[in-house]
């Protein structure tokens, strides 16, 4: 099977067109054309409005077409291996990354065990918008801990820069418990939060049908570990052993890393971002990345500049139509975050604006840059003296000044006017600055018609538990760190691409 890329249709022109324009485009006879069928669809608004496809083709003699640039061998993942073993793998978070390797390991046949310090969806959605209607935090249950991790209240963007095929079986299991099937052929699928939820919980009860044990409201507090290699957890509510605890506890579970610190597990600091949201009109976005053209989907964009110190500056979690939303983790710190619902069809398009830290920036301790992060959502609350995040029109942090916002942000809890300016420090001032000037180049108004609300400090995480090529820690034997926690990956597909590939691992090993 093959893939053919860049098959273009005009705005008026119906899907019945695309075999002729693929037999034209391969030069081949309809009688050589087994079957084709749309992979990926994506929208070409640079000139005028084209759909870009890529086609999943059937041909009777596949290897005359191999070299052409636009075609590339379609290589479909394998199923999962069923095995018979009675080892009951621990998984510790139940995110992207700790769901997808628990699917992955009911695949194979095994009942894994899995713990999450946060409450179930249902319960979980309950408190979060307790959150975000009377800003009461819940440290344990709220928008980066409970069931289905950080993402569940997102835009639940599927996007990746991975190529890999086990994206596929991701994009199939999503589909098979619930998201809408348009997700598969999507060049930027998502899912939306009030979608993704129910996803969740369908995933849950199937594995529960299957054997698998969830364990919420229940926190792994520490690790039963001999000899270098871990036997066990002990949470809050009992000990449970197991030869095979994959550790998929996202960034921001400081205790649980500060457990795996005192046994000795190898962790080291790595780089981070921080920064804040950009909030502007949908319109404005619209109009420029669509240009004058009028679409029904609300436009993205990805920005990104190197600053004249050489650090990456870039937007990042672009939500169309979405909200700016509250993220604390913590009591009295404030952190933002972006959400949007499956019909992207907020006025207001955001996204986080994010500025490279460098180890440099750093002192050697391997708390360093978690206490750089805690250190500014800790100085944004103790600025506005609640859970407001700081806000300022963009114009005015550029050129100076501290005038109203031009427009109310969607930041469900209210936002606190701040010079900015006088919350990040002089290089990332200068950093920012030069990027948003850049980014206005590209899309006109940006400087003008945005506001900032910050900070936003949880991307990425500020420590890697090393492992191994095949996903265990290189200190202690059974312990399989995955996911963004990790330092491994960034994002729902990625995440989740680690938890199916390390359950993959944990399956060879065991048949
Ligand atoms: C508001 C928001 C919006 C986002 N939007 C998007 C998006 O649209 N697209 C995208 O690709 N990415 C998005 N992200 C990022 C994405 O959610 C993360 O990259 C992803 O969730 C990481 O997955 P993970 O499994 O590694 O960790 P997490 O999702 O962080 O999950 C870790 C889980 O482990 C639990 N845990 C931690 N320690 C313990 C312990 N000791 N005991 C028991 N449980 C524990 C936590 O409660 C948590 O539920 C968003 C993040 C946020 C916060």
């Known amino acids: 099977m093959l893939l053919i890329d860049e098959i273009k249709l005009k705005e008026h022109e119906s899907e019945d067109k695309l075999k002729t324009k693929l037999l ?86 095994l009942k894994p065990i899995i713990f999450e310090k946060g409450q179930d969806v249902d319960g979980r959605q309950i408190t979060v918008r307790k959150f975000f209607k009377e800003a009461i935090l819940d440290p344990s249950c709220n928008v980066q801990f409970g069931e289905g991790g950080a993402g569940t209240f997102s835009d639940a963007k599927l996007t990746t820069r991975i190529k890999d095929p086990y994206i596929e079986y991701i994009i199939d299991k999503f589909i098979a418990y619930g998201a809408d099937p348009k997700i598969a052929i999507a060049s930027h699928p998502h899912i939306g939060t009030d979608k993704i939820i129910d996803v969740i919980r369908n995933m849950r009860e199937d594995l529960i049908s299957k054997g698998a044990q969830f364990h919420f409201s229940e926190e792994v507090k520490d690790f039963i570990v001999k000899q270098d290699a871990i036997k066990g957890v002990i949470t809050d509510k009992d000990t449970y052993y197991s030869d095979i605890v994959i550790l998929a506890i996202g960034h921001s579970a400081i205790d649980t890393f500060k457990a795996l610190i005192k046994h000795g597990i190898y962790l080291e600091a790595k780089e981070f971002a921080v920064g804040f949201r950009v909030e502007h009109p949908q319109t404005l976005i619209d109009h420029n990345q669509y240009h004058g053209h009028k679409l029904k989907e609300p436009a993205e964009y990805f920005l990104r500049h190197r600053s004249q110190d050489e650090r990456g500056v870039y937007s990042f979690c672009m939500c169309p139509g979405g909200f700016v939303i509250p993220s604390s983790a913590k009591e009295k710190t404030i952190c933002t975050n972006g959400m949007s619902y499956s019909k992207r069809d907020n006025h207001l398009a955001n996204s986080a604006i994010l500025c490279q830290i460098k180890m440099s920036d750093l002192d050697d301790d391997l708390m360093s840059g978690y206490h750089y992060i805690e250190d500014l959502e800790k100085r944004a609350y ?42 990040f420090d002089e290089k990332l001032n200068k950093a920012f600055k030069e990027a948003l000037l850049a980014f206005d180049k590209k899309i006109e108004g940006f400087i003008d018609k945005g506001i900032m609300i910050a900070p936003e400090t949880r991307s990425s995480s500020p420590f890697r538990v090393k492992r191994d090529a095949r996903h265990q820690s290189i200190s202690h034997l059974g312990l399989y760190p995955i996911g963004e926690g990790a330092g491994y990956a960034g994002g729902i597909m990625s995440s989740s691409l680690d938890g199916v590939k390390c359950a993959l691992d944990i399956i060879e090993d065991l048949s």
């Open 24 to 109: 034209k485009k391969l030069h081949l006879k309809e009688k050589d054309l087994i079957s084709y069928k749309v992979d990926k669809c994506a929208i070409d608004a640079r000139d005028e409005i084209l759909y870009v496809y890529r086609l999943k083709i059937e041909v009777i003699d596949e290897d005359r077409f191999y070299g052409l640039p636009y075609v590339r061998r379609y290589e479909r993942y394998k199923d999962i291996k069923k095995i018979k073993s009675t080892i009951r793998p621990i998984i510790i978070g139940d995110g992207p990354s700790g769901l997808f390797a628990a699917v992955t390991l009911v695949d194979a046949g």
């Open 382 to 423: 103790a600025i506005s003296g609640s859970y407001r995040a700081l806000a300022q029109n963009i114009k005015d942090y550029i050129y100076g000044g501290s005038h109203d916002l031009i427009f109310e942000p969607s930041y469900f809890l209210g936002t606190t006017l701040y010079e900015l300016d006088h919350f």
